[in-house]
């Protein structure tokens, strides 16, 4: 993290921020319904940095994207339409500006005094936000005086907004930022040993480019849902009618052989949870050994006693990445093993014993399921950024904000 220049260096580089104007990157891409946000969890997540420079006096311009508008103004996907979910967290006024630049938004700098902050219209409706044009940048740069960026979610696309900016601007990462860098450097970068790695989800072919850059980085890798099919055939399991991509049992047995070598231990289950159909409490439902799966079953669930030897696994690591669930756990009972597996590692976070980060979509939903979110150190609700940087990746917006 010392190689980002943060909040806390502001005054130092910058002098008093009073007066100057803050372009700040956050993410208002929130889940709506009939026009109202439903979930501002994003807002709140950067409301400390948006409090910190309003209080220090900075002229706020938040700067987001809004849905897939692809570079034309769209009067469904205005940012706007956040509008009341932001003031209402922030409890302050937010005045809406229906531009990103030029005379529009000078004129509105002119009239917010110190401390007051705007919102400027969806960035992605200008076709230069995309594309990364310099212009466009510069375009928008022209307003502001500074570059914080608060977006850890976006940071996977070098956009205008979430790359380009801090290039012609004297640039910061806003508090949400760093603290998820900071639980992300600790997770992965220099992580206490041994390391745990959950991955799980529907696929192997969603999660290849996850699997290779764990393979060389964890003591242990765990292999769950869907995608443990695809290992368990490679091995020349007989998965019956579960969902398995054959044509990559080949790339299942490469990456077991690099783990090999690595020294990394690959944990396939060895109990399953079977049924003839995929519903809720199906009557055909049942836990048998891997070995026994009939060829009209289908696995939807790691058993108990593989959930339970995974649980002493994480007993002796002192840190977990999770991704994906290890089981098809929207429908009962396919989720016992996850909400087994999220307890044991809520429970060994709690105790001091083990920094656990986690992210992805649905994997968020099965730890919130198990009761098991507030007691993870992290997790990263930021998607596909999330699983760029599993993969490895260095994200272009935070590459840009390295000094
Ligand atoms: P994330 O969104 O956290 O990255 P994924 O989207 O990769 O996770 O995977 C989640 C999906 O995988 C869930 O919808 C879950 O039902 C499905 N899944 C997990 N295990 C199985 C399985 N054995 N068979 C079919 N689908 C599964
Ligand atoms: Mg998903």
Redesign the pocket.
């Given at each position: 993290m010392s190689s980002f220049r943060t909040l806390d260096d502001l005054e130092s580089e910058l002098g008093s921020v009073a007066g100057k104007v803050a372009l700040l990157r956050v993410d208002l891409n929130l889940p709506m319904h009939e026009g109202s946000v439903t979930d501002a969890t994003r807002i709140r997540a950067s409301a400390p940095t948006i409090l910190e420079l309003a209080d220090a006096g900075a002229k706020v311009l938040l700067l987001a994207h809004f849905g897939r508008p692809k570079g034309q103004r769209s009067s469904t996907l205005s940012v706007s339409m956040t509008l009341d979910a932001v003031e209402d967290v922030l409890g302050r006024e937010v005045m809406f500006v229906p531009e990103v630049g030029g005379p529009v938004v000078a004129q509105s700098v002119g009239i917010l005094g110190n401390g007051d902050i705007a919102m400027l219209e969806n960035t992605r409706f200008w076709p230069g936000e995309e594309a990364n044009d310099p212009e466009f940048a510069a375009f928008i740069a022209e307003n502001g005086d500074f570059y914080v960026n608060d977006a850890f979610s976006a940071a996977h696309r070098a956009h205008a907004s979430t790359e380009g900016l801090a290039h012609l601007l004297p640039s910061f990462a806003g508090h949400a930022m760093e603290s998820e860098l900071k639980a992300l450097e600790t997770a992965l970068d220099r992580p206490e040993k041994p390391v745990a790695a959950v991955v799980?989800?529907?696929?192997v072919s969603?999660?290849l480019a996850v699997l290779e850059h764990l393979v060389g980085k964890v003591d242990h890798l765990i292999i769950?849902?869907?995608m443990?099919?695809t290992f368990l055939a490679a091995r020349g399991v007989d998965v019956g009618a579960?969902?398995c991509e054959h044509d990559l049992r080949d790339t299942a047995n490469r990456i077991m052989d690099v783990a090999d070598h690595a020294g990394c231990t690959v944990h396939l289950p060895y109990d399953v949870v079977v049924a003839t159909e995929f519903a809720a409490n199906p009557p055909s439902v049942r836990t048998c050994n891997v070995h026994e799966v009939a060829r009209n079953e289908?696995?939807?669930?790691i058993g108990a006693a593989a959930a339970e030897t995974l649980g002493d696994v994480l007993k002796t690591c002192r840190t977990l990445v999770w991704?994906?669930?290890?089981?098809?756990?929207?429908?009962e009972p396919?989720d016992a093993a996850t909400v087994a597996l999220a307890r044991t590692a809520a429970a060994l976070t709690a105790e001091g014993s083990l920094v656990s980060v986690a992210?992805?979509?649905?994997?968020?939903a099965?730890l919130n399921h198990a009761g098991a979110s507030d007691d993870f150190t992290y997790i990263s609700t930021a998607?596909g950024a999330f699983?760029e940087w599993m993969e490895g990746k260095t994200l272009p917006g935070v590459a840009a904000l390295r000094t």
């Open positions: 799980g989800g529907a696929k969603s999660k769950g849902g869907g443990a099919n579960s969902l289908m696995i939807l669930d991704n994906g669930p290890l089981g098809a756990f929207e429908t396919f992210g992805g979509g649905d994997t968020v099965a998607g699983l």
